[in-house]
C-alpha cells in the first residue's frame, strides 16, 4: 500500500517550489526568495526532496516540543510583573528590567508577541509616512493585486455595477468580471473562475474591504485558537494556501487603481460601440476584449517561469470558496439558517453542524466533512388544541356592612366615616 503522507497548506507550497527548483524550472536563489528562506535551506529541502522524495519536506521537529521553549511557569511569572510592577512599559523597557530586576532574561521580540496575545497595552511612536516606489515582482502569479471598481459602465443604459479586477504584479496580465455589487460572492465566484483558467496564486494584495477583512470582534473559538477573526472569502484563501497582503492606502495597490482609471476610459467606450446595456452581456464580452488587451498592455516578466499552483485532486474547490456557517443542532434533529428550518435526517452525536453555501445555490449541511441528508420543513405542525374549559360565571360577594368597597361607592366618602345603620336603611 502507498503511504499517505498528511502535509500543510504551507508544505505543499514549498514541495510544489522545491519540485521546480529541482527540475531546473527556477534557480535555487529564486526558489530562496518565493519561499523567503536562506539559499542554503534550499540545498538542503532539494537534497532531501530527491533522497527522501515528497516527506522530506516535513520538517523534523513536527510534534516535538522545542529544547529552547520558556517553560510557562516563567511566562506566567514575567507576564504578572508586566502587568503590575511595570504596567505601561514597553517591550524593550520591560526586557531590561526583568532582567535588571529580577534577573529574567527575555527578548524584546518574545515581550512583544506575549503583550499583543495577551491584551498589555503601552504606549507605541506613530511611524511618520513613507512611500517608494517598489520593484515589480519577478515570477507570474507570485502576487495579484485584487479590487472592485464602483462606476456607471454603461453610461445610464443600465444600473451602476462593480467590476471585479485582478491584475498580476510581474505580467500585468488582467482579469475582470462584472458583478451587481461587491461582496463576498463576487469574490469568491470571480477568483474560483481565475484559479480555473490560471491557477492558485501566491499571494493577493487587496485593501480592507468588509468582504475581505472581518472588522469584528473575535469569537470564542477564534480566541480558543489564538487566531485573528477572519471573513469567508479570507477562510477559503487561507484553505488554498493563498497569503492575503492588506494594503493600508490607495496609492499602496496603485497598479489595479491605474488599471480601472484604464478601463473605465476604454471599456466603458468599447461596450459603448457594442451597444451592451446588461452584465450578462458585458461578461461576454470581455471574454473577447480581455486577451486584446493583455496583449496590447501586458509586460514580460523578469523571470518566465509561472509559480501558479494547480488544483489538487483533493481539493473541492466548490466547497472551499462557499460561505460556511456553523449551526446549533437541536434535540429534534432541526438546524435554522436564514429563518428557513431544516430537518436532519442522519443520526449523529454533535451540537453543532456546518451549513455551506456554495456560489450556485446549492445548501450543503456537512459534520467533519460528512455530508448530511436534511429536508426543508415547508411548514411547522400546528400545535394541538388544549379542550376548552367550561365557562363557569363569575360569584360575586353579597352586600354587607363589612364590604367597605361597596360602602364607598354608594356613599362617596371615605368608609370609615359611613353611619352604618344610615346604610342599612338605605338598602
Not at 8 to 34: C, F, G, N, P, T
Not at 92 to 118: D, G, M, P, V, Y
Not at 212 to 230: V, W
Not at 264 to 278: A, G, H, N, V, Y
Amino acid at each position: 500500500m502507498e503511504d499517505i503522507l498528511t502535509m500543510s497548506q504551507k508544505e505543499l507550497k514549498r514541495l510544489h517550489v522545491i519540485r521546480k527548483a529541482i527540475e531546473k524550472r527556477i534557480k535555487q536563489h529564486e526558489a530562496a526568495a518565493l519561499l523567503e528562506v536562506s539559499p542554503r535551506q534550499i540545498r538542503r529541502l532539494v537534497k532531501r526532496v530527491r533522497d527522501e522524495s515528497d516527506k522530506g519536506i516535513i520538517h523534523r521537529s513536527r510534534g516535538k516540543r522545542s529544547h529552547h521553549a520558556i517553560s510557562e511557569a516563567l511566562q506566567q511569572k514575567a507576564l504578572g510583573l508586566c502587568k503590575s510592577i511595570y504596567a505601561g512599559f514597553n517591550p524593550t523597557l520591560a526586557s531590561e528590567k526583568l532582567f535588571e530586576k529580577n534577573k529574567i532574561a527575555l527578548s524584546r521580540e518574545t515581550l512583544r508577541q506575549w503583550f499583543i496575545a495577551e491584551g498589555v497595552l503601552y504606549e507605541t511612536r506613530k511611524a511618520r509616512p513613507h512611500r517608494k516606489w517598489r520593484e515589480r515582482k519577478t515570477h507570474c502569479g507570485q502576487m495579484l493585486q485584487m479590487d472592485g471598481s464602483h462606476h456607471d459602465w454603461f453610461e445610464g443604459r443600465s444600473d451602476r455595477c462593480v467590476l471585479m479586477g485582478y491584475i498580476d504584479d510581474a505580467t500585468s496580465r488582467v482579469y475582470a468580471r462584472f458583478y451587481d455589487h461587491e461582496g463576498t460572492f463576487p469574490a469568491m465566484d470571480s477568483f474560483k473562475r481565475y484559479v480555473i483558467k490560471y491557477g492558485i496564486p501566491a499571494s493577493i494584495y487587496l485593501d480592507r474591504h468588509a468582504a475581505y477583512q472581518s472588522k469584528g470582534q473575535a469569537t470564542i473559538e477564534d480566541e480558543l485558537a489564538g487566531r485573528a477573526p477572519m471573513t469567508q472569502f479570507a477562510r477559503a484563501l487561507e484553505e488554498l494556501g493563498v497569503r492575503l497582503i492588506f494594503a493600508r492606502s490607495a496609492p499602496a495597490k496603485g497598479r489595479i487603481e491605474r488599471l480601472f482609471k484604464t478601463l473605465q476610459d476604454r471599456l466603458t467606450k468599447e461596450m459603448r460601440l457594442e451597444k451592451i446595456k446588461s452584465i450578462a452581456e458585458a461578461n461576454d464580452f470581455l471574454e473577447r476584449y480581455l486577451p486584446a488587451f493583455n496583449k496590447h498592455f501586458g509586460v514580460v516578466p523578469a523571470q518566465g517561469s509561472d509559480v501558479h499552483r494547480s488544483i489538487l485532486v483533493k481539493q473541492d474547490l466548490d466547497a472551499i470558496l462557499s460561505v460556511k456557517t456553523p449551526r446549533a443542532l437541536r434535540n429534534d434533529f432541526t438546524v435554522l439558517h436564514n429563518g428557513v428550518l431544516y430537518q436532519i435526517e442522519d443520526t449523529l452525536r454533535a451540537d453543532k453542524v456546518m451549513v455551506e453555501e456554495r456560489l450556485n445555490g446549492a445548501l450543503f449541511i456537512t459534520h467533519k466533512a460528512r455530508r448530511l441528508r436534511y429536508r426543508k420543513i415547508v411548514q411547522r405542525p400546528p400545535k394541538p388544541l388544549e379542550p376548552r374549559k367550561p365557562h363557569t360565571p363569575r360569584e360575586y360577594k353579597s352586600a354587607s356592612y363589612d364590604n367597605t368597597w361597596r360602602l364607598f361607592r354608594l356613599s362617596g366618602s371615605h368608609p370609615t366615616k359611613i353611619n352604618k345603620e344610615v346604610f342599612a336603611g338605605a338598602l
